[in-house]
């Protein structure tokens, strides 16, 4: 084993060590989902209460589901994508430059094909008989950072009908409100969208 991996160049062992280390998260994060232990992804828009959105706080959402193109799921595809496939393209070639462009195209392809299908899963999910309606005036909390002013939306979460639900949100309140952030429903705007305000400012 020792002399199999010595034996390799150093960008085998790059690969190598992205290939295993995001299929090992991978596997625990499906692993606690099946058990239960998971609540959902999370985008990577809003890290630390800071909004590291594109400009004008704008998501690159699917305002259905709310879904994130970079989130910690898509990330991990494309981490996996580009580890196995830098793997596969360098033992094939062992061209350094086509290995690196080819990997990331294979990351960019399993980044969306993850989307994709979480993106099919939540509308499947989100077509029962759940009443948003009942939202209105229950308390939620900010999961993507919703801009000041409704500059753009956000999401949140809440609990409806017994069952916890991530809806698209807009605020009229003049700072943005980040993660965490506890919210009153105050107004429905379409199926599952929503005008929320701080609950302190009640």
């Known amino acids: 084993m020792n002399e199999w991996w010595a034996a390799m160049p150093s960008i ?3 690969f190598y060590i992205v290939a295993f280390g995001s299929s090992l998260v991978l596997v625990i994060m499906l692993l606690l989902n099946m058990i239960g232990l998971s609540h959902g992804d999370t985008d990577l828009g809003a890290v630390g209460g800071h909004d590291i959105s594109p400009v004008g706080g704008a998501h690159l ?4 589901t709310g879904l994130s193109w970079l989130s910690v799921r898509t990330l991990l595809a494309f981490l996996v994508g580009f580890g196995w496939g830098g793997v596969m393209v360098w033992e094939a070639t062992g061209n350094t430059a086509l290995t690196i462009i080819s990997a990331t ?3 960019a392809i399993f ?8 993106n099919a899963i939540f509308k499947l999910r989100d ?3 759940i009443n948003f309606a009942n939202a209105i005036g229950k308390v939620a909390t900010v999961y993507i950072t919703i801009p000041p002013k409704r500059e753009g939306s956000g999401q949140v979460q ?3 009908q017994g069952r916890l639900r991530e809806a698209s949100a807009l605020t009229d309140y003049e700072e943005r409100l980040a993660p965490g952030t506890k919210v009153v429903i105050t107004k429905q705007l379409d199926s599952t969208t929503f005008i929320v305000h701080p609950e302190r400012s009640e």
Request: charged fraction near 10%; aromatic fraction near 16%.
């Open 12 to 14: 085998l062992h790059f």
């Open 61 to 64: 959402l699917d305002h259905d």
């Open 105 to 107: 195209l294979i990351g």
């Open 127 to 129: 077509s029962g008989n």
């Open 111 to 118: 980044m969306f094909i993850v989307f994709w299908l979480m």
């Open 158 to 160: 809440v609990t409806v």
